[in-house]
């Protein structure tokens, strides 16, 4: 077999196993479907009224719900990563990732499992939550190939998240030291357009809000799927994501080939 | 059939390794026969640790050369990591795994087809004792388990030269002892075996040879019986019926001195020539022994003779063998298996 096969291979086994605990611990998927599901209700259901009013922002004839999705979908990819960095994190306390660094199988492999696996996971509750957002009466104007853009940018946007996820439950000593990234990631959604417009922002928080990586997302996802004006976001939100992606993945690469041993 | 006669599967010459100005390891040379068991003593902080990492291609030496079965790590790992094995200190299964699928993760990742994978697993879990836990989580395996698994683990590979970094470390005793039995049986089927320990005994029972390092550095290589011969203590004890007999021998040996109740301790050579010429001196002088034991000094002796230091720091008002642990503080406690040679 060639290298690239036998790469293609360990992928493939360490994938298997992510995927074994996803299966027999459902409760990361759970949590990164109902918490987000929950906070749809909240946002919905309870200040829905309200914020949709103010608003003004909604698209002709929208309801509320219409424009929170996006966000609440990228705080299901925020939670979804959150668990990919407990889990790489535990490799790596466990001494598992030390064993597997002493056998000659493909380097990349053991990140890229957990990377596709998070992909995978992500994907699943993401359509779990449109399903639910549905139900709760989300309507769409979007045609098949809209949907599937949007899909490629939430699947970018898991990928970006989940390399650097993977490099910083590398570089954690413990769980506890991951918490930063699961709170920043956790915590973004809300100063961005998530739930309301940036533009309602006061002075510095519009500004961040507005730059930061989350917005141009969001912005491009209500575009795709409600039709609200796009401009450069999609341009921004793709830049983002690539960029975060190379980053999460160079580093990723350098912390393992280290070897951050214990 | 003596081991120096066969070719090294491990060398390594000049190994250096320093951790900031911290110098770790100080131009270590070994050498360790093929289907050997060599054992790195020492310490804790000594440096085993480091070893170890450096000659499984976990980490690169700062200069010197090594090779694992004609392989050179730093410049070949892929080669080494095919015939190796790896043991840490920490027991690197995956607790969420059932003891069978870690055993079959490792065949998958060996690329070996799926009913050999699964045949063995199956081999080795009877082998070691798991089969009654084999689909419960290693999550909630004893201490002596999750080894037994962690190497069961690093055997899949059948591996030529495999590494125990401290196998043995916070076992109990009963689990300890299987360990031994273990690593016995691997020998016999020809792996050549690099263990480090800080237990002396462990040594002294399983290694063919010894080497002593201290503060980065080989003090002292040899077998086990080299190694105490290097060391004054020896001594034969003879016990007599009464106390005519004793004072008899105590005025015919020279240097003997009264131990215990009736006995005698003479200082010296414990071979078969000294003890033949022993017991001829007594019967020509008509003194009757009634029992005969002969002392050779144990490798605490020895550690002791040859740093200047206690091997441990229990008992004793001394605790400077912490010293040259990178971080680590000078802690008294006899069990010492959390102290660990932390390599960040």
Redesign the interface.
Known sequence: ?STLA?AA??SA?ML??NL??TV??PVTIIVSLAVPALLLLLFVGVFGGALGAGLGATPPGGKYIDYVVPGILLMSIGYGASSTTLAVNR?MT???I????????SRSSVLTGHVVAALIRTILSAVLLVGVALLMGYRSSADAGRWLAAAGLIALLTLALSWLAVAIGLAAPNAEGTSGFTLIVQLLPFVSSAFVPTGTMSGPVRWFAHNQPFTPVIDTLRGLLTGTPIGHSAMIAVAWCVGLAVLGYVWAGALFTK???? | MSPTTSSPAITASGLRKSFGDKVVLDRVDLSVAEGTVFSLLGPNGAGKTTTVHILSTLMRADGGEARVMGRDPARDPDAVRAVIGVTGQFSAVDGLLTGRENLQLMADLHHLPRAEGRRRAAELLGEFELADAADKRAATYSGGMRRRLDLAMTLVGDPRVIFLDEPTTGLDPRSRRTMWQIVRSLVGRGVTIFLTTQYLDEADELADRIAVLDQGRIVATGTPAELKRRVPGGHVRLQFADDAGLTAAERLLDGAARGDGLSLNVPGDAGIHALRALLTRLDDAGIEAEALSVHTPDLDDVFFALTGRPSTDTGSTDTASTEGVPGASAQTTDTAFDQKESVR
Do not use: L, N, P
């Open positions: 077999m036998f291979r360990d086994t298997r196993r074994r605990y027999r611990y490799d466990e001494g598992i030390s064993r597997f660094r002493t056998m000659a199988i070897g951050a041993t214990r």
